[in-house]
C-alpha cells in the first residue's frame, strides 16, 4: 500500500510540472500574465483597506484585518485551483471523450482530473498573497501560537470542505452531458467569502455556513485567529460542514462514474 502511494505521489508530481513546463515555454505570456495578477491583488486589497479604514472598524475588523481576510480569501481560491481546479476539465472532458482516455489509466480517474490544468501564474498568485497575510499580520500582536495553530487546522479543514463541494457541483455533468452550469452558478457565492459574514443578515449567514461552505472556508478560521470565537467552536463548525461535504461529494461523484457512458464525439 505504502509503495502505491509513493508511486501515485511521483505521477501526480510528474502531471504536474509536465503542465507547468509547458507554460514556461513561453515567457513573454508568464511575464504579462505575472504582471496582471501584481495588479490585481494590489488593487483589490487597496481598495478593501481604505474602506475600512474611511468607515473606521465594522463588525468589529479593523483595515488590516479586513486586508488579512481578503488575502486569505483569495489564498484559498489559488490553493483550490492547485490542488483541485482540475475537476472543472470534467465536463468538457465528457463532452469531448477524453474521459474515455482517463479511464483506461492505472490510476483513479478523479486523482487524474486533479492533475490537471495547473497554472505557473498561481506561484505569483501565492507569493503576492503571502506578502500581504504577512503585511497585514504584522498589527495582531494579540494573537497566540495556540490560536495559530487551530487556525491552520481549521484552513485544511475548509479547503477539504471546498473540495467537497465542488465535488457536488461537477458531478451533475455525468447526467447533464450537455452543459452542467453549477459551477459557474455556485461560483457566485464566493464572492462573499471576502468579506465578514457576521456583516450579513442571519438567514444570508445560515446559507453561507451550512449550505455553500463560504463561512466555513477562511471566516471562522479568521475569527478563531483573532480570538473572536473558541477554537473548540470553529473545529466543531468547519469540521461537520467538511464532512459533509465531502461524504456527499465523492459519493456523488462515484455515483456518476459508475452510471457514466461515452458520449464523446
Not at 108 to 117: A, G, Q
Not at 197 to 203: E, G, K, V
Not at 220 to 233: C, K, N
Amino acid at each position: 500500500m505504502a509503495r502505491s502511494l509513493i508511486r501515485t505521489i511521483r505521477l501526480g508530481w510528474w502531471l504536474g510540472t509536465l503542465s507547468v513546463r509547458s507554460l514556461l515555454s513561453y515567457p513573454p505570456d508568464f511575464l504579462i500574465g505575472a504582471l496582471g495578477v501584481l495588479m490585481f491583488h494590489l488593487t483589490n486589497l487597496a481598495a478593501v483597506y481604505l474602506v475600512f479604514d474611511l468607515a473606521g472598524s465594522i463588525g468589529g475588523w479593523t483595515p488590516q484585518q479586513a486586508v488579512f481576510l481578503a488575502a486569505l480569501s483569495n489564498m484559498r481560491f489559488v490553493l483550490g485551483g492547485i490542488f483541485f481546479g482540475g475537476l472543472h476539465s470534467l465536463p468538457p472532458y465528457i463532452r469531448s471523450g477524453k474521459l474515455d482516455r482517463i479511464l483506461t489509466y492505472p490510476v483513479s480517474p478523479l486523482f487524474t482530473l486533479l492533475c490537471l490544468e495547473k497554472d505557473v501564474a498561481d506561484l505569483v498568485n501565492v507569493g503576492v498573497l503571502a506578502a500581504a497575510l504577512a503585511w497585514s499580520a504584522r498589527s495582531f500582536g494579540d494573537v497566540t501560537l495556540v490560536n495559530v495553530a487551530f487556525f491552520v487546522v481549521l484552513m485544511a479543514l475548509g479547503l477539504a470542505a471546498t473540495f467537497g463541494f465542488s465535488l457536488l457541483t461537477v458531478a451533475p455533468s455525468f447526467w447533464a452531458t450537455a452543459g452542467n452550469a453549477f459551477p459557474q452558478i455556485f461560483r457566485l457565492f464566493w464572492e462573499f467569502e471576502a468579506y465578514p459574514t457576521r456583516l450579513f443578515p442571519s438567514a444570508i449567514q445560515f446559507l453561507l455556513t451550512w449550505v455553500f461552505p463560504v463561512a466555513v472556508a477562511v471566516f471562522v478560521p479568521s475569527q478563531v485567529l483573532f480570538g473572536h470565537e473558541p477554537w473548540m467552536a470553529g473545529i466543531r463548525v468547519v469540521g461537520l460542514v467538511a464532512a459533509i461535504d465531502l461524504a456527499l461529494g465523492l459519493g456523488l461523484f462515484h455515483l456518476g462514474l459508475r452510471r457514466y457512458q461515452s458520449v464523446g464525439h
